[in-house]
């Protein structure tokens, strides 16, 4: 049974970064495809970046592109987020989520994940 267990974020101070890793157990992660979405408070949730399974090609919305970068190593079963040069604005909830396809990852939509890690926080902040 797919599970996700999310680890990293905290407090940092604006311009710093941080990476946040998803561990995925009980299936093959190259399987999947995979997101990272956050919500800030009061806020709906957002995507910050979705991969394909198999060969993971990556898609960012606009608003996120330069900043974050999505990796995946399937041998470790391990999603990660990069992320660089952090803002106050970038303070959320951040969470790994996962799918089988045929989700489409270029549409990175969190309706159409079925699998949410635990979500962990990230705080930006000097």
């Known amino acids: 049974q797919l599970q996700l267990v999310q680890s990293g974020g905290g407090l940092v101070r604006p311009g710093g970064s941080l990476r946040l890793s998803c561990a995925v157990s009980g299936v093959r992660l190259d399987y999947y495809v995979m997101g990272w979405f956050r919500q800030a408070p009061g806020k709906g949730r957002e995507a910050v970046s979705c991969?394909?399974?198999?060969?993971?090609?990556?898609y960012y919305p606009d608003s996120m592109k330069g900043r974050f970068t999505v990796s995946r190593d399937n041998a470790k079963k391990t999603l990660y987020l990069q992320m660089n040069n952090l803002k106050p604005e970038d303070t959320a909830v951040y969470y790994c989520?996962?799918?089988?396809?045929?989700?489409?990852?270029?549409?990175?939509?969190?309706?159409?994940?079925?699998?949410w890690g635990q979500g962990t926080q990230v705080t930006v902040s000097s």
């Open positions: 991969i394909s399974a198999h060969n993971g090609i990556t």
């Open positions: 989520a996962a799918n089988l396809p045929p989700v489409l990852f270029e549409n990175c939509n969190r309706d159409d994940f079925g699998s």
